[in-house]
């Protein structure tokens, strides 16, 4: 069964950090394309980053660049997004998917890890 | 705003045919697929239709998809109470060279 598991979020001061960890299983990591999407409470979708299998290609979304690294550790099955100089509007749940580059096409969601910042 | 527009809200009565709409643009659209996700309450996205009309595997024939031009459409016919849910519309964007979604539809079933 294919399993992803967010884990890190919480609650954080505007200009603070927080690093998110997504725990994969069940399908080959190394194989895919990895991203990130967040959803804002009571919001719609948006994609935030992703991470080519072997990590040689990274794309953001234009509000994060500059704030946000995705990472990935292929030996861990395990994908990262460190947050860094938050802002509030990067309140959100974040979810990790698989999927390709070019396509928003997810197979497979996280259940998703509450970030909020707040002063 | 979203770059892809979706009516923020639809309904219908148990058994009718619905069709949720997402427009978009020629960079969009028109030149990329078109995939669509449902959203139960307080759950994560699940891949509803992908590559314009394809449904993965478990999905029920109910639900189809379709693209024409600047514009997709999500149909479900034979509505039921557990169809309640938001839906979304997604496609990669050339000019943002990215992943672009829909604002979302929540579909209330009367």
């Known amino acids: 069964e294919v399993q992803l598991v967010e884990s890190g979020g919480g609650l954080v001061q505007p200009g603070g950090s927080l690093r998110l960890s997504c725990a994969a299983s069940g399908f080959s990591f190394s194989s895919d394309w990895m991203n990130w999407v967040r959803q804002a409470p009571g919001k719609g979708l948006e994609w935030v980053a992703n991470i080519k299998q072997d990590g040689t290609e990274i794309y953001y979304v234009g509000s994060v660049k500059g704030r946000f690294t995705i990472s990935r550790d292929n030996t861990k099955n395990s994908l990262y997004l460190q947050m860094n100089s938050l802002r509030v509007e990067d309140t959100a749940v974040y979810y990790c998917a698989s999927g390709p580059h070019y396509a928003p096409h997810y197979d497979n969601w996280g259940q998703g890890t509450l970030v909020t910042v707040s002063s | ?110």
């Open chain 2, 1 to 110: 705003q979203s770059v892809l527009t979706q009516p923020p809200s639809a309904s219908a009565t148990p058994g009718q045919r619905v069709i949720i709409s997402c427009s978009g643009r020629r960079s969009n659209i028109a030149t990329n697929d078109v995939h669509w996700y449902q959203q139960l309450p307080g759950t994560a996205p699940k891949l509803l239709i992908y590559k314009d009309n394809q449904r993965p595997s478990g999905v029920p024939e109910r639900f189809s998809g379709s693209k024409s031009g600047t514009s997709a459409s999500l149909a479900i016919s034979g509505l039921r109470s557990e169809d309640e849910a938001d839906y979304y519309c997604a496609t990669w964007d050339d000019s943002l060279r990215g992943h672009i979604f829909g604002g979302g539809t929540k579909l209330t079933v009367l």
